[in-house]
């Protein structure tokens, strides 16, 4: 059976953290010193669940952050399939967070859930996430 460019870009994006050593809490992405540095930076070794769908869908910079000194912010050009993807991702967070973070707030549950997966939970948990998030998507 042929998987859909949707779940190939979510299966990308966990193989490349599914070692424990290239995945990352607190940050997009990670230097070999534990510096943050931009997803596609090439001195990037780790990333956090967002992150690595990040890069692999092509996206240079975080929505959130701020362009480099002097420079210009990047294009915001629409791209469905990473929309659709992170959604998929959030949706599968979300299920997680009701799970297993009894202590998570309302807020949480509705709109952070792959970064308290990520950053509360464990690479386990991201795995899990990114589990749930390709079935979903093969259903698609």
């Known amino acids: 059976m042929t998987v859909g460019p949707l779940t190939q870009l979510l299966i990308k994006s966990r193989q490349r953290i599914v070692d424990p050593r290239r995945w990352s809490r ?3 992405a990670r ?3 534990g510096n943050p540095v931009n997803v596609q930076d090439p001195s990037a070794v780790c990333w956090c669940a967002a992150g ?3 890069c692999e869908a092509g996206r240079a910079t975080p929505s959130w952050e701020p362009p480099p000194p002097g420079g ?3 294009k915001k050009e629409p791209d469905k399939l990473y929309h659709a993807a992170h959604a998929l991702l959030e949706q599968a967070g979300a299920a ?3 799970e297993v973070h009894a202590h998570a707030t309302e807020e949480q549950k509705k709109t952070a859930s792959i970064t308290v997966v990520n950053d509360g939970s464990g690479h386990a948990a991201v795995m899990k996430m ?3 998030a390709i ?3 093969k259903g698609k």
Do not use: M
Request: charged share 30%; glycine share 4%; proline share 10%.
């Open 26 to 28: 607190g940050a997009y």
């Open 72 to 74: 210009k912010p990047p």
């Open 130 to 132: 990114y589990n749930k």
């Open 135 to 137: 079935v979903l998507a």
């Open 96 to 98: 997680l967070v009701r």
């Open 52 to 54: 690595s769908l990040e």
């Open 31 to 33: 230097d070999a010193k």
